[in-house]
């Protein structure tokens, strides 16, 4: 997305140097997200940096029992953020395992524990950080239609992200926003969630669209790609026309005709 600028200094020129945790999601299926992610970062007054070196967070690995292969991959995103005063991802689920997960995973290594709550203290979700660190409390972007929100387990629960969203989404020009019913219950993704128990899981996301049609919205939003992907999707195949982004896209003024799961459109 960015070229890499080397060094630890925290700030170029006076900005924050922020490190860009893109996500996997994010980079394989919508990179979209990550440079909406960029611009609404740079607006609030940051420099952003991609390092080439980061990798998943790891969660799959935690989620599975697998704590050597996360440790080891948790070792190679703390050294791939070293020196940024921030690291932000526009992503509940993954910040939260950084900002949370992390310290307990090498608790009994002092070295590495050190580092991983260094690294978990100034790790961010995207809109927490632009809201609660930032002070942004408008954005400059258009979006003409109706939508809902759909509120993400670890953002909501582990890392207490409600209103914020909402309170940013509600300065978009053009965007009326109707509350969801049961809009912090889970869509049923989970993670491994939904290949372990894949009828329980279709049941939570047809639950969670029939939620998401009684609003009348036409587009629905949320912070968690995992999510809307499997919102999205569920969606597709009832053959709904709501159009689902992630609420970057949105807020950054890029959201196309494409939505998640949409065919490409010019």
């Known amino acids: 997305m960015m070229t890499q600028i080397h060094g630890d ?26 440079f909406a992610a960029v611009k609404l970062l740079e607006d609030a007054g940051c420099t952003v940096e991609v390092p080439r070196a980061q990798v998943c967070c790891g969660q799959p690995a935690y989620n599975s029992g697998d704590e050597g292969s996360a440790r080891r991959i948790a070792m190679q995103v703390i050294e791939a953020f070293q020196g940024f005063a921030y690291v932000v991802g526009p992503s509940g689920s993954c910040m939260a395992m950084i900002r949370k997960d992390y310290p307990v995973m ?31 409390s408008a954005v400059s972007a258009s979006y003409h239609g109706n939508a809902t929100y759909h509120d993400s387990c670890s953002g909501l629960r582990t890392l207490g992200i409600k209103e914020q969203p ?84 949105v807020l950054a003024g890029m959201a196309g005709p494409s939505g998640i799961g949409d065919p490409e459109k010019d």
């Open 9 to 34: 200094s925290p700030e170029t020129d006076g900005r924050p140097r922020v490190g860009l945790f893109v996500t996997c999601l994010v980079d394989l299926f919508r990179p979209g997200v990550g």
């Open 106 to 136: 090498f608790e009994g290594d002092a070295a590495w524990h050190a580092r991983a709550v260094a690294l978990a203290e100034r790790s961010y979700e995207l809109i927490s950080f632009l809201t609660d660190v930032r002070g942004v």
């Open 166 to 249: 909402r309170a940013l989404l509600s300065t978009v020009d053009g965007l009326t926003l109707a509350e969801l019913q049961d809009a912090e219950t889970c869509c049923g993704f989970g993670g491994t969630f939904c290949v372990k128990y894949p009828e329980v899981s279709v049941k939570m996301v047809s639950d969670k669209v029939a939620n998401i049609e009684m609003t009348r919205a036409d587009t629905l939003l949320g912070g968690d790609l995992g999510c809307l992907m499997n919102i999205a999707g569920r969606l597709k195949r009832l053959g709904k026309t709501i159009r689902v982004f992630h609420a970057a896209e």
